[in-house]
């Protein structure tokens, strides 16, 4: 049985355990989904207001990406779960409509990485994609507030093995 408050793996954190997110150590995330017990999960005012303000940037980068790439987009508001594994979860930004496909909206501030689909941002897609099983993942991205890109990435069977067995070595190896 879990100690913490363990709600799964999501997305961007597949970088972390595979050690390509410097934000994060995987000791700090273990410590986060395992080890804390049920602390007070109310937000601070300053977490809720992060939050709001991170929502309202994805809603012009989807606004701005539905005109620059012509598709139309659907929220989706409920969290995906894995069918196979339970602990694989991840919070869609939109869903494309009329292809098999998501979006996954970034804001980079600072030192934005050369390519937008960096190593990290693509094993997000990967995650996401198994989870939600669609064949592709658009990468919408802001820029330090002045530039803006979308690229695709196409679904990858290996990858995506990799990420399985490393979240369930993440997860089997916490979960006793």
């Not at 273990?30 to 709001?52: A, M, P, R, V």
């Not at 996401?128 to 507030?145: F, Q, S």
């Amino acid at each position: 049985m879990v100690n913490g408050n363990f709600e799964g793996i999501y997305g961007n954190e597949i970088g972390i355990i595979l050690g390509v997110n410097k934000s994060k150590s995987i000791n700090e995330l273990h410590l986060e989904k395992f080890e804390k017990k049920c602390e007070n999960k109310d937000e601070s005012h300053k977490e809720k207001e992060i939050n709001y303000l991170s929502e309202t940037i994805k809603e012009i980068i989807c606004k701005e990406f539905t005109i620059r790439s012509g598709k139309k987009v659907r929220k989706e508001l409920k969290i995906a779960t894995d069918e196979e594994y339970s602990f694989m979860h991840c919070k869609v930004d939109r869903r494309i409509v009329g292809e098999n496909s998501i979006l996954l909206c970034i804001i980079y501030s600072g030192n934005a990485p050369e390519d937008v689909i960096d190593d990290n941002v693509l094993l997000e897609c990967q995650h996401n994609m198994r989870v939600t099983k669609t064949d592709k993942c658009y990468v919408a991205c802001l820029i330090n507030d002045k530039k803006f890109e979308f690229k695709e990435v196409l679904r990858d069977e290996k990858i995506i093995y990799k990420i399985i067995d490393e979240e369930k070595k993440f997860y089997c190896t916490n979960n006793r």
